[in-house]
């Protein structure tokens, strides 16, 4: 009866039993909390796995590291590729690897992400569903409301007037509309082997320009590596003004639109770079008229953002290795398109210096009616032969009337500047090491023998072994590189 009451067997009757009769008619304490787990992961095998996951490149976010710690792994890794190459790595050591899942909650003491590809996502709209979701009054609400409405309603605006020059530039052969933007980094050599992951590559670039004229489409994709130049104002500029000088003579009205990216796009190299070009127009008696119209932020999808898709997605369904920024080009030349690209491999001294125009065209502060400048809030510009050294502008796509300020200098005039450089660029030691670690894994050794012997290691203080500061697509911030190229052109007319 008192087994069936509590629902006991007949052992644990007798164990309480004989406890109590071993002592002082009191039952013993449980035992159990001395038991040690005899499968308990050996400190020195947890730091070797701690030392497996540091080995992978981490890259840090340079213009978010003041508000995050977080380090990002290539988007090609995932726990279970990094969890396959542990185990190879424990059996040529000659150890016993632990479970996949050990494993994963070592790996989560980290402050690790796998990088994705760059989305466009507008931190404005989610902003403004949050504060729309918490909003305390029906009062407060309407006002996020509103807001949401207006910066919703510049987004359309943006595509329908996109849309309409698309429309204006597909029925005349004077008239041509194109969109540009840079690819996010290809990873070169681009290999299948587990070394690969562990190991920093070298970046090839890829911006592309899509352009309509005539009822015509093509796509140029203008490609170098770091190796060459970088992706500044320069780069951009100069891929811009070959596109411009390739161009059919019978053109008066180039339209381009781009993402309000400030290091890239929205500054004052470019401006720059369009009043050069038209009044080497108007040198020549050629009357043409560059606009560059900016999409609204977080919401810039344009072809070239397809095209970059599709050649992620042909990589994806492609098993061949790629060794060389030559193999890109060659890769994407061959995807078959309706519209087929038409790769442009850079050369160095393609690439000008751009920034020296401003000993020409100075940064104003004021425009032409004595109101303050605001640069960054500019969505499009204007550049006529028939008015240089003039910028027109607006703050909004239906303004009626143009305002202006004057860059140009009175009476002065230079040629277009030499190239940015003409020796290699140099890279982190980091990278070329890690790019020598890589030569038995590919066929074109000559390739690599010649970069690594003409690369000079670039000059940085002690940072993590792991840890490179090396900026991508989504870490570009339009506010933080628009403040620094300011600060950049005050010293300089200072």
Request: glycine share 4%.
């Amino acid at each position: 009866m008192f087994e069936a009451t509590f629902d006991i067997g007949d052992k644990k009757s007798r164990i309480i039993a004989d406890k109590k009769l071993a002592g002082l008619g009191i039952a013993a304490d449980d035992l159990r909390k001395n038991n040690t787990c005899h499968k308990k992961i050996p400190e020195e095998h947890i730091n070797f796995i701690k030392t497996h996951i540091n080995s992978f490149p981490a890259y840090k976010s340079h213009y978010s590291s003041a508000k995050t710690e977080k380090l990002y792994l290539s988007c090609d890794l995932n726990i279970a590729k990094m969890y396959n190459l542990y185990i190879q790595k424990c059996k040529k050591q000659g150890l016993d690897a632990v479970h996949y899942n050990s494993y994963r909650l070592i790996f989560k003491q980290f402050k690790l992400s796998f990088r994705k590809p760059k989305m466009d996502t507008c931190n404005t709209c989610d902003k403004l569903a949050i504060r729309l979701k918490l909003a305390a009054s029906e009062t407060e609400a309407a006002k996020v409301q509103h807001e949401r409405e207006e910066h919703q309603g510049k987004a359309s605006a943006a595509y329908a007037e996109k849309k309409k020059d698309v429309a204006a530039a597909k029925g005349s052969p004077e008239i041509r509309t194109a969109s540009f933007d840079l690819q996010k980094c290809l990873a070169t050599p681009h290999l299948l082997c587990g070394t690969a992951f562990y190991s920093r590559q070298l970046w090839t670039l890829n911006l592309t320009i899509f352009s309509t004229c005539n009822g015509v489409n093509a796509a140029h994709c203008h490609m170098w590596d770091e190796s060459l130049a970088k992706r500044g104002s320069q780069e951009i500029a100069s891929c811009l003004l070959m596109d411009l000088c390739s161009m059919d003579e019978q053109i008066k009205l180039v339209t381009f639109y781009s993402d309000r990216c400030g290091g890239q796009n929205l500054n004052y190299v470019v401006c720059s770079t369009f009043l050069h070009f038209v009044e080497q127009c108007r040198s020549e008696g050629r009357d043409i008229t560059i606009r560059h119209k900016f999409m609204t932020s977080g919401h810039s999808h344009m072809e070239c953002d397809s095209i970059h898709a599709s050649i992620e997605k042909a990589k994806k369904k492609c098993a061949v290795s790629i060794e060389t920024p030559r193999d890109w080009a060659i890769f994407i030349g061959s995807i078959n398109r309706k519209i087929p690209f038409n790769v442009i491999e850079m050369k160095q001294e393609e690439f000008r210096a751009l920034k020296e125009l401003k000993q020409v065209y100075k940064r104003p502060k004021k425009d032409s009616q004595g109101d303050k400048l605001c640069f960054k809030d500019i969505c499009f510009f204007e550049f006529r032969s028939a008015s240089p050294g003039l910028v027109h502008f607006k703050y909004a796509f239906d303004e009626d009337q143009y305002r202006c300020f004057r860059m140009a200098q009175e009476g002065a005039s230079m040629a277009t500047p030499g190239p940015i450089a003409t020796e290699p660029l140099p890279l982190p030691s980091e990278k070329l090491e890690d790019l020598q670690k890589l030569l038995p894994f590919v066929t074109n050794k000559a390739y690599y023998e010649t970069l690594l012997k003409s690369i000079v290691p670039k000059k940085r203080g002690r940072k993590p072994h792991n840890s490179v500061i090396d900026d991508f697509d989504g870490d570009l911030n339009d506010s933080v590189l628009f403040e620094h190229e300011q600060e950049e052109d005050d010293a300089d007319v200072e």
